[in-house]
């Protein structure tokens, strides 16, 4: 009898082991290396929609830099919800809208280049919010959305208007990290709809 009940415990005891460790890979997972999300609104129409389901890469912007045109998730200063927009401008670069056209510049603002997007319509503007038209990009990143009317990002500090401290500057602080996969909805729909 001694035998069965320890036997029992000590099953017992390897199931809870293996749940707890089974567990603590999912927490570290989780919180150091992915986090899943799920797209809220229309703002990177036409990359992402609506309920497109994202996983996001937490460690990649700490081993290496990003580069124009990655898709990131962040906080942006003084807003408490993750946004998720595409990084347009680099460190040391200049952001200039002329003509609905973006332009890339060197720190001197000399040499400015048209961004190519093709990503995009070739057909859609950028148009200007808050009276600006030139942002110095100086330590961190600018990001915008694809869908370029309706939606905030850095051209209008999150619609914080660029005042009384604002930044249009996402920092590795806001930074929740890069996306890497995304599974689309209608195909999400079909298991779990």
């Known amino acids: 009898m001694r035998n069965k009940v320890r036997n029992i415990l000590l099953e017992i005891f390897d199931m809870l082991s293996f749940f707890v460790l089974v567990l603590g890979i999912v927490l570290f997972v989780r919180f150091f290396v992915a986090n899943p999300y799920t797209v809220v609104g229309s703002s990177m129409a036409p990359t992402f929609s609506e309920n497109d389901f994202i996983i996001v890469d937490k460690i990649s912007q ?18 408490t919800i993750p946004y998720i927009k595409r990084i347009i401008w680099l460190p040391w670069e200049t952001v200039k809208i002329k003509d609905g056209w973006i332009q890339i510049c060197d720190s001197e603002w000399e040499n400015c280049d048209v961004l190519q997007e093709p990503y995009l319509p070739e057909w859609l503007q950028t148009k200007t919010k808050c009276g600006i038209t030139e942002f110095p990009v100086y330590t961190w990143y600018f990001v915008m959305w694809d869908n370029r009317w309706f939606s ?19 920092t590795d602080k806001d930074m929740i990290g890069r996306v890497f996969f995304r599974l689309l909805p209608s195909f999400w729909n079909k298991f779990y709809g």
């Not at 700490?62 to 200063?77: C, H, M, S």
């Open 62 to 79: 700490k081993l290496w830099k990003l580069d124009r045109g990655d898709v990131i998730v962040f906080v942006p200063q003084w807003k």
């Open 152 to 170: 905030t990002d850095s051209l209008c500090c999150f619609w914080l208007w660029c005042y009384d401290g604002a930044t249009y500057e996402v």
